[in-house]
């Protein structure tokens, strides 16, 4: 019933920018965070940002500065965008959302920054 679809993931020289887009579908209800994960492989999957409902944020320092989260209206998108990208962001990016009905993440969309 509820899904969540990614997109905006692809290949970015060091420097470039990205926008990575994750909508959802279906009935989504009480809402308490969306956010953003990225895993390496051979690493766990890390927090890149979060955003809570009321509109506080939590970034990681890796990214702090230079990656910006962002959401509709609606509050059924999130938008993560990514300035001056840099070798170590290359990973598969996740979306997640929490609320009350449960836990959903996207299907994955990876980021690879390469010259």
């Known amino acids: 019933q509820v899904q969540l679809v990614e997109s905006g993931g692809g290949l970015v020289q060091p420097g470039g920018s990205l926008r990575l887009s994750c909508a959802a579908s279906g009935s989504i209800f009480s809402i308490f965070a969306m956010g953003w994960y990225r895993q390496v492989p051979g690493k766990e999957r890390e927090l890149v940002v979060v955003?809570?409902?009321?509109?506080?944020?939590n970034y990681a320092d890796s990214v702090k500065g230079r990656f910006t989260i962002s959401r509709d209206n609606d509050k059924k998108t999130v938008f993560l965008q990514m300035n001056s990208l840099k070798p170590e962001d290359t990973a598969v990016y996740y979306c997640?959302?929490?609320?009350?009905?449960?836990?959903?993440w996207g299907q994955g969309t990876q980021v690879t920054v390469s010259s």
């Open positions: 955003i809570i409902n009321d509109g506080r944020t």
């Open positions: 997640n959302f929490r609320g009350s009905g449960g836990i959903y």
